[in-house]
């Protein structure tokens, strides 16, 4: 057993197999998982149960879990637990209800609170810390009738399976950088390309992490994708992280990083790989690592984007020279922040860069500055429920920013707008 909760398990499940008289020998039955992406990360929302009655409630069910992994260490109150299961319903074997479905899918219950649901971990690998996958099992029991499910075969992750996650880009055999491409099915005869870029726990060689690290996957979603009547959406992923610099430290904008140059490279080849994207709506952001990797790619290309899109900017003012402002003053730019930001302080970033960009002339830039970053689902104390202030990019990825500094709606040809809604409608001149 791996730890005390296991034999905890192991011994219950023997006891309730083989007590009572019953000799009839252990055998385990298979399940799927189901894995979302919400606000603060992805959450193993389903578990999908094989032969399983059809009558049964959720009320017959016990879920458990446990959480290892051999790249760091999980605090111990994160190892290993219970789940609670909110419903269940007959389906087939994606989880997809059916009115006499062969199999049984639970609905778990999810929160910013609950560590157990979440198949990644934060932790320090090698020299840095990041978010990895890690070993999550679950076994589930049916305290009426004593059948198990142990045996995992397969886990659906929706919208992030739309992506192609196996392409990789070369750069003059210096650097490898991995990504994530979607697709649009329905599209205009040219379509315009999202590009993502993550923060400073998602890098590696994984792109499903920089997917689903902090919910970037949900620009492939239908509620954005309409907005844009499709759009290809690029998701590349650092070896590392994007700010760093030639010995390894941080750069904030004071020196050089190692990256930027290959990374336009890759985008640049990805639009020529693709002659349905339009390359006059090309659209970069990204979140804190990610954000100052978009305004770079800005300063270094401003005739390339159409719009960016920066949330949590790590990019410092002081390191933006007059003429840089001026040569970005009519880029269209919509950032995102929250006050109360203690990683990426608003103070040294991204709210003096604003006030420049407008005593420099420029017409279409915004901020939406937020006091604290709340739950926007209403879900988990709405208002009242304080995320980390570094995690703004949430009303990004959501598309609930809708706010100018000061307060005021972002209206755009007469109307008021989200951020995406904004973006839909720039196009490089």
């Known amino acids: 057993m791996k730890n005390k909760f296991l034999f905890l398990v192991w011994v219950f499940l023997s006891a309730f197999m083989f007590g009572q008289g019953n000799s009839k020998a252990y055998a385990a039955d298979s399940y799927k998982l189901v894995i979302g992406g919400f606000d603060w990360g992805p959450a193993v929302q389903k578990v999908i149960l094989s032969n399983a009655p059809s009558d049964a409630r959720p009320s017959d069910f016990e879920v458990y879990v446990s959480r290892s992994s051999s790249e760091g260490e999980i605090p111990e109150n994160q190892r290993s637990g219970k789940r609670s299961i909110v419903y269940s319903y007959s389906s087939d074997e994606n989880g997809n209800r059916q009115q006499e479905g062969a199999f049984v899918t639970l609905v778990l219950e999810v929160s910013p609170i609950q560590p157990l649901g979440s198949p990644i971990q934060y932790m320090r690998v090698g020299n840095r810390a990041s978010n990895v996958w890690i070993d999550y099992q679950v076994t589930v029991v049916n305290i009426k009738n004593r059948q198990v499910w142990d045996q995992e075969t397969g886990r659906i992750m929706p919208i992030v399976d739309d992506f192609d996650l196996d392409p990789t880009f070369n750069y003059q055999d210096k650097m490898t950088l991995s990504y994530a491409s979607f697709s649009p099915e329905i599209k205009s005869e040219k379509s315009p390309l999202i590009i993502w870029l993550h923060g400073g726990g998602e890098g590696g060689n994984d792109p499903t992490i920089a997917l689903l690290g902090n919910r970037a996957a949900n620009y492939a979603s239908n509620d954005i994708q309409v907005l844009f009547g499709g759009a290809h959406v690029l998701v590349p992923q650092s070896p590392t992280f994007w700010m760093q610099s030639e010995d390894g430290t941080y750069t904030r904008g004071d020196r050089e990083d190692v990256y930027h140059e290959a990374l336009f490279a890759l985008i640049d080849d990805y639009v020529k790989s693709n002659p349905d994207i339009d390359p006059k709506r090309v659209y970069v952001g990204g979140c804190s690592n990610?954000?100052?990797?978009?305004?770079?790619?800005?300063?270094?290309?401003?005739?390339?984007?159409?719009?960016?899109?920066?949330?949590?900017?790590?990019?410092?003012?002081?390191?933006?020279?007059?003429?840089?402002?001026?040569?970005?003053?009519?880029?269209?730019?919509?950032?995102?922040?929250?006050?109360?930001?203690?990683?990426?302080?608003?103070?040294?970033?991204?709210v003096p860069l604003y006030h420049r960009l407008k005593e420099a002339g420029a017409k279409n830039i915004f901020l939406s500055y937020y006091e604290h970053v709340t739950d926007i689902t209403g879900f988990y104390g709405g208002e009242d429920y304080h995320y980390p202030g570094h995690w703004s990019w949430i009303y990004s990825h959501a598309n609930t920013a809708r706010t100018d500094f000061g307060g005021s709606p972002v209206m755009w040809e007469g109307k008021p707008v989200t951020i995406m809604e904004w973006l839909a409608t720039q196009k490089r001149k």
Do not use: C, R
Not at 293 to 310: D, Q, R, T, V
Not at 321 to 340: G, L, T, Y
């Open 290 to 350: 990610g954000g100052y990797m978009s305004l770079k790619l800005i300063l270094e290309h401003p005739k390339y984007f159409a719009a960016g899109y920066i949330s949590a900017l790590a990019y410092s003012n002081e390191f933006i020279s007059d003429e840089q402002v001026k040569s970005i003053k009519d880029m269209p730019i919509w950032f995102v922040h929250s006050a109360d930001d203690n990683t990426t302080k608003p103070d040294v970033t991204v």
